[in-house]
């Protein structure tokens, strides 16, 4: 497709489970974002890839999330023992590299995955 | 860090009329870019504009034009007749050129409705 896509689009799952978000993002875009939104807010940054390196993670919130992208090119974003707090929107962007020829590189977002913890 | 606080949380225009959403941000940088997100229902991400700080014009798209005052920290989207489907949760946003250059930091979000 043309766009970055994620699945599930919706996910409810019970506490304590845990939970795998994916991110497919647009070929060629070589980085890739998680955000978090929760209702009424912002996007959250969470964690950020180049290739297939994780360049930084300093937005996951605990040590229960944690995030992949083995190959550079699909992503995982992993909720374990998941808590009601959790809920939120999960966004995934890409970008051809942080920077263009002019100084910029867009972000492409996705439409998210809507978590609901019950 | 960078904070975004967008005062307005909700906004509303009559169709065809003009409306201000506005934003201010807090940084120690001198260079940086500032964005217009538009979320509609649909859930998407939509970039509606994007200031560099070192240009001292004001960027311009179409209907949608900003108003940034780098001293007063200050980036103001302006829509100019307002259409039906300009109605979206509408997020100013902050990005650094430096180190964190990758990281955008949002702000709350106006949320926009245009009325018929």
């Known amino acids: 497709g043309a766009g970055v896509s994620q699945s599930p689009r919706y996910k409810v799952t019970k506490r304590g489970q845990d939970v795998a978000l994916r991110c497919d993002p647009i070929?060629?875009?070589?980085?890739l974002y998680w955000y978090r939104q929760a209702l009424g807010q912002g996007p959250e940054f969470l964690t950020y890839?180049?290739?297939?390196?994780?360049?930084?993670k300093s937005g996951l919130p605990n040590d229960r999330f944690s995030a992949e992208r083995p190959e550079g090119s699909i992503s995982t974003l992993t909720i374990q023992r998941t808590e009601q707090r959790d809920s939120a929107m999960y966004r995934c962007?890409?970008?051809?590299?942080?920077?263009?020829?002019?100084?910029?590189?867009?972000?492409?977002f996705g439409n998210g995955t809507r978590l609901t913890v019950t | 860090a960078q904070t975004v606080t967008q005062s307005q949380p909700e906004m509303s225009v009559q169709e065809a009329e003009t409306v201000t959403l506005s934003c201010t941000y807090d940084?120690?940088?001198?260079?940086?870019?500032l964005f217009w997100y538009k979320q509609p229902p649909s859930r998407q991400m939509i970039l509606v504009i994007r200031?560099?700080?070192?240009?001292?014009q004001n960027a311009t798209e179409n209907r949608f034009s900003v108003n940034f005052q780098k001293a007063a920290k200050s980036f103001s989207l302006k829509i100019s007749d307002s259409q039906l489907g300009d109605a979206a949760m509408y997020f100013c946003?902050?990005?650094?050129?430096?180190?964190?250059?990758?990281?955008?930091?949002f702000g709350k979000g106006t949320l926009l409705t245009v009325n018929p």
């Open positions: 940084t120690s940088e001198s260079d940086y870019y």
């Open positions: 946003a902050y990005r650094s050129s430096g180190g964190s250059n990758y990281k955008l930091t």
């Open positions: 890839f180049n290739y297939e390196a994780q360049q930084d």
């Open positions: 200031q560099e700080a070192y240009k001292q």
């Open positions: 962007a890409s970008s051809l590299g942080v920077r263009d020829s002019s100084g910029n590189s867009p972000l492409h």
């Open positions: 070929s060629g875009h070589v980085s």
